[in-house]
T-cell receptor, first 116, second 115 residues
Framework: GAVVSQHPSRVICKSGTSVKIECRSLDFQATTMFWYRQFPKQSLMLMATSNEGSKATYEQGVEKDKFLINHASLTLSTLTVTSAHPEDSSFYIC????????????FGPGTRLLVL | AQSVAQPEDQVNVAEGNPLTVKCTYSVSGNPYLFWYVQYPNRGLQFLLKYITGDNLVKGSYGFEAEFNKSQTSFHLKKPSALVSDSALYFCAVRPKISGNTPLVFGKGTRLSVIA
């Protein structure tokens, strides 16, 4: 299947700093990218959906000024957690899809964020 | 509202035995249906999907799933379980409408295959 990469895989930062997570579709052009957050032993929570060149659509309750999403090209999306706090510590997973709703959505390996 | 139910938090099965992970859904119209597997500290790996056509879908690693429209179910099955199949399994649906409709995930079922 298609490959989606994420970088970094793990990051530890101090409270108040900003962290950028990159998501790349390696062998296909992703018209739509999704960012999820997963708490321990729970399902994935959709944070936002983005199309290349457009502003992201955020889910209810997700602060767009805190979680900045940029989808600059058909193969790259970034999530920046601004002024991170310990409660932002989580597992962040990106996902990418080429084409319409019937297309498979492929997931990155995830990024473990720990805010001290 | 769209929803996916995975009624079992945990499924235990002996190695070599058949396994079933259940999934039912509530979506207006006919949906696209997906199964994903997640290993510890990893993202989700795609297993299989139902789009249209034959109700029995075969996927990766010997897994298959059967779409049952009348029961609105899409149970995941494998004839003979392996210890390496132990992981967290997610069922997901997406309505057949255009646009950026996101996947709706079930809460996940943890499969434990015992040697």
């Amino acid at each position: 299947g298609a490959v989606v990469s994420q970088h970094p895989s793990r990051v530890i930062c101090k409270s108040g700093t900003s962290v950028k997570i990159e998501c790349r579709s390696l062998d296909f052009q992703a018209t739509t990218m999704f960012w999820y957050r997963q708490f321990p032993k729970q399902s994935l929570m959709l944070m936002a959906t983005s199309n290349e060149g457009s502003k992201a659509t955020y889910e209810q309750g997700v602060e767009k000024d805190k979680f900045l999403i940029n989808h600059a090209s058909l193969t790259l999306s970034t999530l920046t957690v601004t002024s991170a706090h310990p409660e932002d510590s989580s597992f962040y997973i990106c996902s990418a899809r080429a084409g319409g709703p019937g297309e498979t959505q492929y997931f990155g390996p995830g990024t473990r964020l720990l805010v001290l | 509202a769209q929803s996916v139910a995975q009624p079992e938090d945990q499924v235990n099965v002996a190695e070599g035995n058949p396994l079933t992970v259940k999934c039912t859904y509530s979506v207006s119209g006919n949906p696209y249906l997906f199964w994903y597997v997640q290993y510890p500290n990893r993202g989700l790996q795609f297993l299989l999907k139902y789009i249209t056509g034959d109700n029995l879908v075969k996927g990766s690693y010997g897994f298959e799933a059967e779409f049952n429209k009348s029961q609105t179910s899409f149970h995941l099955k494998k004839p003979s379980a392996l210890v390496s199949d132990s992981a967290l399994y997610f069922c997901a649906v997406r309505p057949k409408i255009s646009g950026n409709t996101p996947l709706v995930f079930g809460k996940g079922t943890r499969l434990s295959v015992i040697a």
